[in-house]
């Protein structure tokens, strides 16, 4: 049984460490107050407990104030598309830039659109990713994704990765999936290119057209390389998974395959003004 004797002892012992750890809280908040308590001179809880709430409204004075800073400061945004497409069912891309990126505000990096370094390689807060795909299901077209809904524009690049694999098709359909692999395996790069242009005649008028804005847009990634560190080499290691998914093939063939996706992309970003 336990007894009275065992719980006496056990709430004295409690009590002990609570002292101790309010010692500690004391002699934190006097140090960052600048006062020296020390010994028997400590304060009874008729001191210590206005030095406390002094010290937590200081705290949160500065909190404020660092935030209503940061928030006077005007936004820098830099329009990078003219397509008029806002969908989570469509193509939609990123219209601005925004001034944060990935955590690294406090280290002085700035967003800068097409500029900021490892777009599309770098993933947004998978739970802001998702408001973005909730909000394109409810509101489509008058979705807001710009920069006052959303600071980080890696979360706007990862609705738009997270639309392209959740596709039942992909863009590169399942049908023409075999024709691009061989395509990409071919070391001629003049045969290559024709091949690439007969493969691209597989798909379906919806997927060509959507195939087509995305390498336009990756191609204008690409030429903010020295920025971003996003070549065509990089877009395709990111894209080719997304856009290109092996039919009912087993686990090896499916991993073999991943490299021969990359080319593809990598291929269809550096030619696309040729391909399409």
């Given at each position: 049984?336990y007894?009275?004797?065992?719980?006496?002892?056990n709430e004295?012992?409690?009590?002990?460490?609570?002292?101790k750890?309010?010692?500690?809280?004391?002699?934190?908040?006097a140090a960052?107050l600048?006062?020296?308590?020390?010994?028997?001179?400590?304060?009874?809880?008729?001191?210590?407990?206005?030095?406390?709430?002094f010290?937590?409204?200081?705290?949160?004075?500065?909190?404020r104030?660092?935030?209503l800073?940061?928030?006077s400061?005007?936004?820098?945004?830099?329009?990078?598309?003219?397509?008029?497409?806002h969908?989570?069912?469509g193509?939609h891309?990123c219209?601005y830039?925004?001034?944060?990126?990935?955590?690294?505000?406090?280290?002085?990096?700035?967003?800068?659109?097409?500029?900021?370094?490892?777009l599309?390689?770098?993933?947004?807060?998978?739970?802001?990713?998702?408001?973005?795909k909730?909000?394109?299901?409810?509101?489509?077209?008058k979705t807001?994704?710009?920069?006052n809904?959303?600071?980080?524009?890696?979360?706007?690049?990862?609705?738009?990765?997270?639309?392209l694999?959740?596709?039942?098709?992909?863009v590169?359909?399942?049908?023409?999936?075999?024709?691009?692999i061989?395509?990409a395996?071919?070391?001629?790069?003049?045969?290559?290119q024709?091949a690439f242009?007969?493969?691209?005649?597989?798909?379906?008028?919806?997927?060509s057209?959507?195939?087509?804005y995305?390498?336009v847009?990756l191609?204008?990634?690409?030429?903010?390389e020295?920025?971003?560190?996003?070549n065509?080499e990089?877009?395709?290691?990111?894209?080719?998974?997304?856009?290109?998914?092996?039919?009912?093939?087993?686990?090896?063939?499916?991993?073999?395959d991943?490299?021969?996706?990359?080319r593809?992309?990598?291929?269809l970003?550096?030619?696309?003004?040729?391909?399409?």
């Amino acid at each position: 049984m336990y007894s009275t004797e065992m719980w006496m002892r056990n709430e004295q012992k409690s009590l002990v460490q609570k002292a101790k750890q309010e010692a500690n809280q004391q002699d934190i908040l006097a140090a960052a107050l600048g006062m020296r308590i020390s010994g028997p001179q400590k304060p009874p809880a008729t001191i210590w407990q206005p030095l406390k709430l002094f010290a937590y409204s200081q705290l949160t004075s500065l909190v404020r104030k660092a935030t209503l800073k940061d928030n006077s400061l005007p936004h820098k945004y830099e329009k990078v598309h003219n397509f008029k497409v806002h969908t989570f069912r469509g193509p939609h891309w990123c219209e601005y830039c925004a001034n944060f990126m990935w955590g690294l505000k406090a280290q002085g990096v700035k967003c800068a659109g097409l500029k900021s370094e490892g777009l599309y390689r770098m993933s947004g807060f998978s739970d802001s990713v998702e408001d973005v795909k909730s909000a394109f299901d409810r509101d489509g077209e008058k979705t807001d994704i710009s920069a006052n809904a959303y600071e980080d524009i890696n979360i706007i690049t990862g609705a738009l990765k997270l639309y392209l694999r959740d596709l039942p098709i992909p863009v590169i359909s399942y049908d023409a999936y075999p024709r691009f692999i061989e395509v990409a395996k071919l070391e001629d790069p003049e045969k290559q290119q024709e091949a690439f242009r007969e493969a691209l005649e597989l798909l379906p008028a919806a997927h060509s057209e959507t195939l087509r804005y995305l390498m336009v847009h990756l191609k204008r990634v690409t030429l903010n390389e020295k920025d971003n560190l996003m070549n065509a080499e990089n877009l395709g290691i990111v894209f080719g998974p997304t856009l290109l998914r092996a039919p009912n093939l087993d686990a090896m063939t499916a991993l073999n395959d991943i490299r021969y996706q990359r080319r593809v992309v990598e291929f269809l970003i550096k030619n696309e003004d040729i391909l399409f």
